[in-house]
């Protein structure tokens, strides 16, 4: 069986600081990481079961993440290359002795998402090499470029300055034994100072040797913290439609109003989960047969409801909504909507053309939770929060995104909105702010903001969470 190889031995330097003692391939996109994606294409797609992982840097991470492959359902052997700044090519002749006939290379920190891997040829007599069509010349600049003639690769460059054409290189190969004397016979590259793989590839080209694969699907390198946003761009927006959707609603003493909101968010087809706190009328009895999944729990308060019921949910997208009514589920998609470009996507009631008569957004408390958003700016300058509510429950995130802030939740109470936005922020995450409808509650009155005192108790307990994170108090 045809073996893979993974190079992982480098050092990432150009990630930097997003990775300071991290290695780049440990870097996760949606949940899992860019090695763990790669060692599972080549399992998935290609069949392989025995790979073999260049490592160098930090590399005690990468063991104990991996271990033997058994949890992946794969063989995994480890060579060290001794010296990290040696380069790709000088890294990948480590694997000589080791090697029989082709293997299947693909660079570890690249993510492909949608493609067609398993067409790969397994050529016993030429070099394969991945090819996109349809590149942007920026990012051909960072890997590497191709020209083809006649079905065969007749030249490569490392890097170009000008590409000459819209084909992207790869870093998925299928080699043979012949490169290993193709590295040896290759000089040092004087822009690099070490020997390029790509101009060992080259060698073998002018031989006629080299063939392209052309690529389908979604692909992206990750050199840098703005390729890790993009990496994780594309991967949601590859994966948001299909993709369950978890709607959270909070509840205590919501009888009247919580078959609407069931309703109203069931039509969607969305998994709903009404976390009844502790209710002392029939608020359980009407979500459940409205269709909702029930749990009743007693908890000590708001907040901690809240995080129980996202720690409950299965979906890769979270939801909360309120069980007051006040706000509605075609909302939701425009919430939805933005994820592809954010980790969470927050609400916000005080534009006035989307307040509707009888809400309760009043001049104080609307213009508490604007002069709030704008606080939470200033104590995080260069995080690019521009928030104009800091209350609105109204919020959707990523699993993986709400699995990074979750060791840094506390609040159990109303405070945990403006928590969530804060942690958010201190974590690195993008979060972006969408108006939403906000409506008069549907019934009963609200528990935090029903009253003048009310008001104040909220906001001062809010204000304290927020500034135990900013001094570091959490």
Known sequence: MIPGVIPVAGRGSRAFPKISGLPKVLLEVGGKTLLERNIELLRDQLNIREIYLIVGHLQAQIRARCGDGSGQGVVLHYTECADPDVGLARGLALLRSQMNGPFVTILGDELYVGSNHGNLPLSDHDTVCGVMRGAEADQIRCNYSVEVDNGRIVALEEKPVEPRNDLLGCGTFVFTLEIFDAIDATPPSSRAGRVELIDAIARLAVAGRVVPFFLEGAYCNVNTPEDHRRARAIWRSCAVGPRRVSVVIPARNEEVPIREVVRDFREQGYELLVIDNGSTDGTAARAAAAGAVVE?????????????????????????????????????????????????????????????????????????????????????PGRGARFSDVGCTYRVLWRDSYRTMRPLLRANGPDLSPEMMVVALRTGQTVIEIPVEYHPRAGGESKHSASYPRIARTALRMLRTVLSHRLGWR
Do not use: C
């Not at 907040?303 to 075609?330: M, N, Q």
């Not at 609400?347 to 609307?366: C, D, F, K, V, Y």
């Open 296 to 380: 009743t729990v007693h908890l000590k308060g708001y907040g901690d409801t809240i995080r129980h019921g996202l720690d409950a949910a299965s979906g890769e997208i979270l939801a909360v909504v309120e069980a007051d009514y006040s706000f509605r589920a075609r909302d939701l998609r425009r919430l939805l909507d933005t994820l592809p470009g954010a980790d969470m996507a927050v609400g916000t009631r005080t534009h006035r053309e989307w307040i509707q008569p009888g809400a309760n957004m009043t001049g104080l408390l609307r213009w508490g939770n604007v002069f709030a958003g704008r606080l939470l700016g200033w104590l995080w």
